[in-house]
């Protein structure tokens, strides 16, 4: 008998032995994410959590650091007991910012992970119910709501007592075992207990012929089906009902079954709860867009984890996962009499996404993997510059303006770069002072251009002629594309006036990136800034040194590579660079220097491969000294590309045509466009 799996003696018996599970839904989904590898991440300046299993996939979520850590926590300590189990978690936050796109993902990972043998789903049903008498033709009834075999098993005896006496017995649980197996304890729904009553009628309480009456089955793992995850959507207010979550009174059944008491003749399967019941996610979109009795249902559901019709009740353990705009939020709240919902609700904020770095894999998913084509069906090239050029923007609009710092500060301090003497404690500061704001709206990262915007944008930019005709997606478009955007689709004055003087900001960021692009072009290599960048860095670090000698050649052993090199000092070089910079007096170059030397001194024995090129302002001027003195004749590499006239200035112009192409993955079109741009006085800081 108990070699047959699908007895409930062998589920209880393989319980026992670990290697089936009983878990509430909490329960289930925390291990799920705690058995993944957690790393320490420091995000604008705190410490928080990263969880490695939100981070796989080719599509996974980026960023959102502070609100993954709040749903861990939640679904921790729902899955210890604490309050949080009856509450739902709802992720409040501006359109397009990832929301949906976070549940869907937890939803499918905790679907992969219940497909894995160990942690398979399990539900139980009734046989041979047409020998009752009292179901007409009905044969087999499996659980409505997915109860798990260990439910029936604590229900088996009215007596709790005796039930437990009837376990050690027969499986041989210990008292200990007991003891956890019931604190999941719930009783059988309505229709469960009501048929299990009739069985023992049928049986006259023989337990050995009435467990013959029970097959256990696991629970199909199937998306379509909107079983284990279930997604309830917002609907008009006509259409929807709570029989959509509750289910309704059967009309086929009642042709069966005689008894009218039976609650049977409710088919829960109807509503999106029921098939969630057994230990699974029920994802509810824009909860409060629904109508009030509808939420009303839901207040319901939250509090008592029960689905109640008729004034039966199906106990039911589900994880339960909403979203909801600010606007409809906010309309939420205001009507008072609603407050009991909200105090039910673990309400999470959730920002835009404000590290430009990060940003750029946002960027990759809109842009998309596969290979775009023009209207003609001919491949479009995408210039390499044109994810920065979208993410920097994109970014900028997110971040409040703030005293303490520039935008382009707030921006590097947000993705963890240096930004002068400004340091991660001052943007850890604006942002609290920020969050106090009691208006969601005005904190940290919660207002700016969503990724359906961005979406946009780059779906106006492919549908240009000019996109279509150079079969290119070039970067400087992008933002023509953003104007449009702003002005068509944001209706704030306020936000769109700023937003468009981020837009300035971001091309000043793009030019400065040209600069940099065309220096590695004119040098032929692809690093060529980056290397002069770190030889002043190495100047100034070696300028002090005890064992320079008169040739000013200093040794020092490169951290990268550990190898010994040699560098000569140039202070003609090092006093232009610092020149750029602005540093007039000795004691600002002093000072200065000292600064480098002491990021150097920080950063370097964390990370040996890092280079300076996140400092911005040091970038710019190393890249200006070699541009401006490096052609002779020309007075500057722009003189030289702008005028073509003789054939040393064209020759240099077909030669960086030509890295481009070959080492910096430009094509023609933008390679062209990249140096027109370049040659002009557009952007200019």
């Known amino acids: 008998m108990t070699n047959n799996p699908k007895t409930l003696q062998h589920h209880m018996t393989a319980v026992k032995e670990g290697k089936r599970r009983f878990e509430n839904a909490f329960q289930g989904v925390s291990r799920m994410i705690l058995e993944s590898k957690i790393e320490k991440v420091v995000v604008n300046g705190k410490t928080t959590y990263d969880f490695s299993i939100f981070r796989n996939g080719s599509k996974h979520v980026i960023g959102m650091y502070d609100e993954i850590n709040s749903f861990v926590s939640y679904v921790k300590d729902a899955a210890e007991g604490g309050s949080s189990k009856e509450m739902a978690f709802v992720l409040v936050g501006e359109p397009g910012n990832g929301k949906t796109f976070f549940v869907e993902y937890l939803a499918g990972k905790y679907r992969a992970f219940l497909s894995k043998e160990e942690n398979r789903k399990y539900t139980f049903k009734f046989l041979n119910l047409d020998k009752l008498g009292n179901y007409g033709k009905i044969n087999a009834i499996e659980s409505q709501t997915y109860e798990d075999p260990m439910i029936l098993a604590m229900n088996l005896i009215e007596d709790p007592e005796q039930n437990k006496a009837y376990l050690a017995k027969m499986i041989g649980f210990s008292d200990e075992e007991i003891e956890m197996l019931y604190e999941n304890y719930r009783p059988l729904g309505a229709c469960s207990g009501y048929i299990w009553n009739d069985i023992k009628n049928h049986t006259g309480g023989d337990m050995d012929a009435m467990l013959k009456l029970v097959e256990i089955t696991p629970v199909p793992l199937t998306e379509s089906l909107g079983t284990v995850t279930g997604k309830y959507p917002a609907k008009d207010k006509i259409t929807s009902s709570a029989v959509d979550l509750l289910g309704e009174e059967s009309i086929q059944r009642l042709l069966h079954i005689t008894d009218t008491n039976n609650p049977y003749r409710f088919d829960l399967r109807r509503g999106a709860l029921a098939r969630v019941a057994g230990g699974g996610i029920h994802f509810s979109d824009e909860i409060y867009k629904n109508k009030k009795d509808l939420v009303q249902v839901y207040l319901g559901v939250i509090q008592n984890r029960n689905i109640e019709i008729d004034g039966f009740k199906w106990p039911i353990d589900t994880l339960i996962v909403a979203t909801s705009n600010n606007s409809e939020f906010h309309r939420f709240l205001s009507e008072k009499e609603e407050a009991p ?140 594309a953003l104007d449009r955007i702003i002005l068509d689709y944001v209706t704030e004055a306020n936000d769109r006036t700023k937003y468009l003087e981020d837009l300035k900001t971001a091309k000043g960021l793009y030019r400065e990136r040209i600069m940099t692009e065309m220096f590695n072009a004119y040098m032929d290599e692809p690093l060529a800034i980056r290397k002069d960048v770190m030889n002043y860095v190495n100047m100034i670090i070696g300028i002090d040194a005890e064992n320079l000698g008169p040739d000013k050649m200093w040794k020092y052993k490169d951290p990268q590579t550990a190898e010994l090199k040699a560098l000569k000092i140039d202070e003609r070089y090092i006093n232009s660079v610092e020149e750029r910079l602005g540093l007039k007096t000795e004691e600002q170059r002093e000072s200065f220097r000292t600064s480098i030397r002491k990021i150097y001194g920080q950063k370097i024995s964390v990370d040996p491969d890092y280079d300076f090129m996140d400092n911005l302002e040091l970038v710019k001027a190393v890249t200006d000294v070699r541009l401006k003195s490096d052609i002779a004749g020309a007075g500057s590499l722009i003189g030289a590309l702008a005028n073509r006239t003789n054939e040393e200035n064209q020759k240099l112009y077909d030669r960086m045509i030509d890295t481009m192409l070959t080492t910096l993955g430009y094509c023609k079109t933008c390679a062209q466009k990249t140096i027109e741009y370049f040659c002009t006085q557009e952007d200019e800081k």
């Open 341 to 480: 919902i909200v105090d039910r609700c673990r309400i999470c904020y959730v920002s835009h996404n404000t590290n430009y770095k990060l940003q750029k894999d946002l960027t990759l998913y809109t842009i998309g993997s596969e290979t775009r084509t023009t209207l003609t069906r001919e491949n479009l090239h995408q210039d390499p510059n044109l994810n920065y050029a979208a993410s920097v923007a994109a970014v900028l609009t997110r971040l409040p303006r703030s005293e303490k710092l520039t935008p382009v500060e707030t921006m590097k301090l947000a993705a963890g770069e240096v930004a002068g003497e400004k340091s991660i404690k001052t943007l850890a500061e604006v942002i609290d002072t920020l969050n106090q704001d009691p208006e969601i709206i005005n904190r940290f990262g919660q207002k700016g251009l969503g990724q359906r915007n961005l979406g946009r944008a780059i779906q106006l930019m492919i549908e240009s002629s000019e996109t279509n005709e150079g079969k290119c997606m070039f970067a400087y478009d992008i933002y023509k």
